[in-house]
Nanobody, 121 residues
């Protein structure tokens, strides 16, 4: 079974830092884009950052200059380093990936279970 498992969420004061990690496990042939989304209470899920298999990145305007996404293709992991956190960054953060399983099945939109990030003001 292919799945994404996040870790690293928690409670931090405004101005602090957190590092989120996500590992894709199971029989995987190839991982395409990997990304992080977030959903705050009462709001829609939004893109935070995405990274292609070649390492090209894209960020939401609200996190540019504060968050950094990276990936380790050998370990099937994607990481989100979050610095200078703000109260409005509080949300459940979800890992997302498009991949091809070892059996050749394409999964275009695989989601992790989410990890809570809470920033106190």
């Amino acid at each position: 079974q292919v799945q994404l498992v996040e870790s690293g969420g928690g409670l931090v004061q405004a101005g602090g830092s957190l590092r989120l990690s996500c590992v894709a496990s199971g029989s995987i042939s190839r991982i395409n884009d990997m990304g992080w989304y977030r959903q705050a209470p009462g709001k829609q899920r939004e893109l935070v950052a995405v990274i292609t298999s070649d390492g090209n990145t894209n960020y939401a305007d609200s996190v540019k200059g504060r968050f950094t996404i990276s990936r380790d293709n050998a370990k099937n992991t994607v990481t989100l380093q979050m610095n200078t956190l703000r109260f409005e960054d509080t949300a459940v953060y979800y890992c997302n990936a498009g991949l091809v399983t070892g059996l050749g099945v394409r999964l275009y939109n695989l989601w992790g279970q989410g990890t809570q990030v809470t920033v106190s003001s």
